[in-house]
């Protein structure tokens, strides 16, 4: 079965500090996608990124960035230089593609505050 | 534009009491799903469906049923509510050509009494 586990539950950081959430997973499949998403105060969960396990490449967005590691089963995201606006949970998850394509597995989600 | 919206945004009901929690989208997407989120677990699939009158079960089905009988629609029925399905619930939506990018409706905040 499938796992995905944030351990951090909440980070709380002053504003331009960065900020690295970890997510570790457990999966049998040498193939299947990672993913995040951001939930705003709003509520509507928002993708973030996509990454399948052939891809060990690192990938920056502005001020988001990932590292995804095959050989610790971890796939951790930064944001540099946080702003309030950051302030949201954040949840990993991970989809084994070809046994089920789009069911997504999801960690239990860290929350971040960044404070002005 | 298109959307997924989800209906009623919050609701409270009595336990033993039926609720149905609408879903509905416009992205013409096959794949739908209902996720609920509770502190601590993150969300957890409840039921899926990858087309009409596919229904499937997720980690966490019991005590709720879906149908679907058309592209845009994914209602959830709680047969019988009970306490443990205070929660908030989210429909989810996705294209079947593409794999994992969800988009998500605005969640429902249920209260069972």
């Known amino acids: 079965a499938q796992k995905v586990t944030q351990a951090q539950t909440e980070i709380s950081v002053v504003e331009k500090e960065d900020v690295t959430l970890d997510c570790v997973y457990e999966t049998r499949d040498t193939t299947y996608y990672l993913f995040w998403y951001k939930q705003p105060p709003s509520g509507e969960l928002v993708f973030l990124i996509r990454?399948?396990?052939?891809?060990?490449q690192n990938e920056i967005s502005g001020r988001y960035s990932w590292n995804f590691q095959k050989s610790t089963s971890s796939f951790n995201f930064t944001i540099t230089a946080s702003q309030v606006v950051d302030s949201a949970v954040y949840f990993c998850?991970?989809?084994?593609?070809?046994?089920?394509?789009?069911?997504?597995?999801f960690g239990g989600g860290t929350r971040v505050l960044v404070k002005p | 534009d298109a959307e997924i919206t989800q209906s009623p945004r919050h609701k409270i009901t009595e336990t033993g009491r039926q609720v149905t929690l609408a879903c509905h989208q416009t992205?013409?997407?096959?794949?739908m799903f209902w996720y609920r989120q509770d502190l601590g677990h993150g969300l957890r699939l409840i039921h899926y469906?990858?087309?009409?009158?596919?229904?499937n079960k997720g980690e966490v089905s019991d005590g709720y049923s879906v149908s679907r009988s058309n592209t845009e629609d994914l209602p959830l029925t709680l047969e019988s509510a009970a306490s443990s399905q205070t929660s908030v619930y989210f429909c989810a939506s996705s294209a079947s050509w593409d794999t994992g990018e969800l988009f998500f409706g605005e969640g429902s905040r249920l209260t069972v009494l």
């Open positions: 992205w013409n997407h096959n794949n």
């Open positions: 998850a991970l989809s084994e593609a070809w046994a089920a394509v789009n069911k997504l597995t």
């Open positions: 469906s990858y087309g009409v009158h596919d229904t």
């Open positions: 990454r399948n396990s052939f891809d060990e």
